[in-house]
């Protein structure tokens, strides 16, 4: 491992935990495309559906098919855009937050039990990381917004 490159020792990692948090949705749990859209509109407010699709890179007729089935499951509810009479702005309900709220409580119980099952050195090495990997989220995210 020493000759790779730290992205490339990183990201098989970072993939095998983003699988197993999918592996975690289910009946009880939204999709992980459904979470991002909840929580976006739960942190940045209403949006229009097109601007859901850039961000979870869906195209528009799928994100208007979610918006559809999280709207019948009360989840988010459609209404006027301020600045433009013809415009409609998808904004999260109360159920909706509190699926988010539910959701990344579950995720992080999750968490939890498989932080429970290493040993205390790699446990604490984890944590002191989590500030570095933060940083490096957002130095991600800066980048992507150009």
Same mark, same amino acid.
Do not use: C, W
């Given at each position: 491992?020493?000759?790779e490159?730290?992205?490339?020792q990183?990201?098989?990692?970072?993939?095998q935990l983003?699988?197993?948090?999918r592996?975690?949705?289910?009946?009880?749990?939204?999709?992980?495309?459904?979470l991002?859209?909840?929580?976006?509109?739960?942190?940045?407010?209403?949006a229009?559906?097109?601007d %859901?699709? /850039?961000?979870?890179?869906?195209?528009q007729? *799928?994100?208007?098919? $979610? =918006?559809g089935?999280? +709207?019948?499951?009360? %989840?988010? /509810?459609?209404?006027?855009d301020?600045?433009? *009479?013809?415009?409609v $702005? =998808?904004?999260?309900? +109360?159920e909706?937050?509190?699926v988010?709220?539910r959701?990344?409580?579950?995720y992080?119980?999750?968490?939890?039990h498989l932080?429970?099952e290493?040993?205390?050195?790699?446990r604490?090495?984890?944590?002191?990381a989590?500030?570095?990997?933060?940083r490096?989220?957002?130095?991600?995210?800066?980048?992507?917004?150009?």
């Amino acid at each position: 491992m020493s000759g790779e490159s730290r992205g490339s020792q990183l990201l098989p990692v970072l993939a095998q935990l983003v699988r197993f948090l999918r592996q975690l949705e289910g009946p009880d749990n939204p999709s992980s495309v459904a979470l991002a859209v909840l929580r976006r509109l739960s942190e940045e407010g209403p949006a229009r559906v097109t601007d %859901l699709a /850039r961000m979870t890179r869906a195209s528009q007729p *799928g994100m208007t098919q $979610l =918006v559809g089935r999280m +709207e019948k499951s009360a %989840l988010v /509810r459609r209404v006027p855009d301020p600045t433009d *009479g013809r415009g409609v $702005l =998808v904004e999260v309900t +109360e159920e909706g937050r509190a699926v988010v709220i539910r959701t990344l409580a579950h995720y992080a119980t999750t968490l939890d039990h498989l932080f429970d099952e290493l040993e205390p050195a790699d446990r604490d090495a984890i944590v002191q990381a989590l500030p570095a990997l933060e940083r490096l989220a957002q130095a991600g995210q800066k980048e992507r917004a150009g």
